[in-house]
């Protein structure tokens, strides 16, 4: 089975009682740690968060998506504007999905076919199509670090039969993918589908393998399935996957199911769970998820985490934040946006250091025990 194609992920470290590992991915942007979590900027902007505050919460590489952009602005704007790096003003490496997920997950109408997925655009209703060769092209001239194969990723309820083909139809379109693929210095990642059976797992991971890719991505998941379920493809896939490729969990996730991801040997992730909860006052911290808007905090001067370090735990009181929200002003959305992006890599620190003193069981152990999951 082929791995890797470029030589710029490497494993540092390995921690010997588990699948986690330490790793650096080195992109034409700068270098990226793994594990790492990746903020999602929908739109070509993490919602909320200036690309000064994302340098601040010590994001390393953000997400953008290809459906987004290429209905609006259009990529063909952003690349004439110096590509998707100089319109944001984000000098570090940024990841793009190729687009199936949201068409499934937003467009309209639509419908798949070999050639690609016909849509109607969820901004005016237009009609579209997208292919394996034309994510890639808008892929490259927005000018990624690092892109996604165009995949079909199956509903949670779609049956064995759907599945076992749509993975096959994944597998022309990544070959198609790779054909089309010719920007130099950009990496291009394979998608793994097959639902949640591992024998279709296994033979979708075969196939993509077999094709050679920078980077192997888990899709698929996370779609609606029972926690035990993902973490059984998490388990079952991990050790079939290439040793010395980077290793991504597409829209992963809660805090508990990184750490997960992690002590099984996945390296990247990205969820909109910190920036899309954050918005609606559910806040991440070291004793679990707190609601701000709750009447609890009315008069509670302390802040949000007393273990947190970031800017707002420091500066700010539970009572101040839980007034932002309740009067629907702009300033909770960056509060609270800055704080859960913070908690999320600073998990991902946390878990980094775990794994280098080679302490990720006991880590992981800890780290349930601490989760209260309070919900208030
Ligand atoms: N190609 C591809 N992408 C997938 C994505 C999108 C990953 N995020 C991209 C990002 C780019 C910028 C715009 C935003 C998206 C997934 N997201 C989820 N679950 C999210 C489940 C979730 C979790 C919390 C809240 C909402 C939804 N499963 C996913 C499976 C796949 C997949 O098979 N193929």
């Not at 993509?208 to 779609?223: E, M, R, T």
């Not at 947190?308 to 929200?325: D, E, I, K, M």
């Not at 702009?330 to 980094?352: C, F, G, K, V």
Request: charged letters at 20%.
């Amino acid at each position: 089975m082929r791995g890797r194609v470029s030589g710029t992920f490497s494993v540092i470290h390995r921690d010997a009682s588990c699948g986690a590992r330490l790793g650096s991915l080195k992109t034409p942007h700068g270098e990226i740690e793994t594990p790492i979590f990746m903020p999602v900027g929908t739109n070509a902007t993490v919602k909320a968060m200036t690309p000064e505050d994302l340098w601040a919460v010590h994001a390393q590489i953000i997400l953008a998506n290809t459906y987004h952009l290429y209905l609006r602005p259009g990529h063909r704007l952003v690349e004439s504007l110096g590509g998707l790096h100089r319109f944001m003003n984000w000098s570090g490496p940024i990841l793009t999905d190729s687009g199936g997920f949201q068409v499934f997950s937003l467009g309209e109408l639509r419908k798949i076919s070999e050639e690609g997925v016909k849509f109607q655009s969820h901004l005016d209703g237009s009609y579209h199509v997208l292919t394996p060769e034309l994510s890639i092209k808008i892929q490259e001239a927005l000018g990624a670090d690092i892109i996604m194969c165009f995949d079909e990723c199956p509903a949670a309820t779609a049956d064995y039969d759907y599945v076992s083909r749509s993975l096959e139809m994944t597998t022309r379109w990544a070959k198609r993918c790779k054909e089309a693929h010719s920007r130099e210095g950009q990496q291009l990642f394979g998608i793994i589908q097959g639902g949640m059976h591992h024998d279709l797992r296994a033979r979708s991971l075969n196939e993509i393998c077999a094709i050679g890719f920078d980077g192997y991505a888990l899709g698929g998941l996370s779609v609606g399935e029972e926690k035990e379920q993902m973490y059984g493809v998490m388990e079952s896939c991990a050790p079939l996957m290439p040793q010395d490729a980077p290793r991504y969990i597409m829209g992963i996730g809660a805090p508990e199911d990184l750490v997960e991801a992690v002590w099984h040997g996945f390296d990247m992730f990205d969820c909109v769970m910190p920036t899309r909860n954050a918005r609606n006052g559910m806040l991440f911290t070291s004793q679990g998820r707190i609601n701000i808007k709750a009447k609890a905090y009315e008069e509670d001067g302390g802040p949000l985490d007393p273990a947190c370090g970031c800017h707002v735990c420091r500066t700010y009181s539970r009572a101040y934040l839980r007034h932002l929200y309740r009067a629907g002003e702009i300033l909770a959305s960056q509060l609270n946006t800055y704080h859960n992006l913070y908690y999320y890599l600073d998990l991902m620190r946390r878990m980094r250091g775990a794994i280098r003193e080679n302490r990720f069981t006991e880590f992981r152990r800890d780290f349930y025990g601490s989760q209260t999951d309070n919900h208030v």
